[in-house]
């Protein structure tokens, strides 16, 4: 008989005010976390049909899913991770495996918690996903970006810095931000602003997420006449060694209109 082993994947973060432990963890939660686990393993349906029993337990130590399962199956789940750790992305994997990773990924940055991967193996954990961390799913579904947004500004603040701008192109959107960033200069709740962002964009529908600020940019929509004539003046040089304005044109234009 095969010796036993088990992976633990703990959740740390907090629920509110409180600390997360086993008792905070919703069953649903439990349900994905155990889905997740066995297809990260054993993505195939054959595979499924065919793996070997795996128990489930959840401990204190924030909250610490622990699955009992033959020793194979730890260092096939410790040499993903590690190298997952090593490359710094999950890219190399199958899409199910990818899209797991993905999935936790988001969880970390939405939640604000830490997810670190570990075995009965190792003293050291393989892997940790954190709000950080950029463990997405690289299978171009988008692209990392720089762009300039419009919209009415809302809801600044939160235990994560950011606020909601309101734009026309894609709705509201959620911007990541540092405190200073947020305090400094003039009140901006409910003005319209452009803001300068980073962040990736969907290919699929274009819309942009995991946002950064980099900037605001002051917002005038109004006609700047000092603009306009500054922008005359620095054209008209260029005109200074034309004599006959029209019969320049029409050379240019290909002959005369006589």
């Known amino acids: 008989m095969e010796e036993k082993g088990y992976i633990a994947i703990t959740v740390s973060g907090k629920i509110g005010d409180e600390p997360i432990k086993p008792q905070s963890v919703d069953i649903a939660e439990i349900k994905e976390m155990i889905n997740d686990v066995e297809t990260f393993l054993y993505p195939g349906r054959a595979e499924k049909n065919e793996r070997p029993h795996i128990a489930y337990g ?98 600044e603040g939160g235990n994560n810095p950011n606020f909601h701008i309101l734009t026309k192109e894609y709705g509201t959107l959620v911007i990541g931000a540092t405190k200073k960033q947020l305090i400094e200069g003039e009140k901006r709740l409910y003005k319209v602003y452009g803001i300068r962002v980073s962040g990736k964009q969907n290919l699929a529908d274009g819309k942009p997420f995991d946002l950064k600020l980099i900037d605001y940019i002051d917002y005038e929509p109004a006609f700047n006449r000092h603009e306009l004539d500054l922008l005359i003046s620095r054209a008209a040089g260029n005109w200074e060694g034309v004599n006959d304005v029209d019969a320049w044109l029409a050379e240019i234009r290909g002959g005369s209109n006589g």
């Open 58 to 155: 959840l401990e204190e130590g924030s909250a610490r899913h622990l699955f009992y399962l033959p020793i194979s199956a730890v260092l096939l789940f410790n040499g993903l991770t590690t190298e997952i750790a090593n490359r710094g992305t999950a890219g190399f994997l199958d899409y199910k495996r990818a899209e797991i990773i993905a999935r936790f990924q988001q969880k970390a940055k939405e939640k604000n918690l830490e997810i670190s991967f570990g075995s009965s193996q190792s003293d050291t954990k393989t892997l940790t996903i954190t709000k950080d961390t950029g463990y997405y799913n690289a299978a171009a579904n988008y692209i990392n970006t720089e762009m300039v947004l419009y919209g009415k500004i809302n809801n």
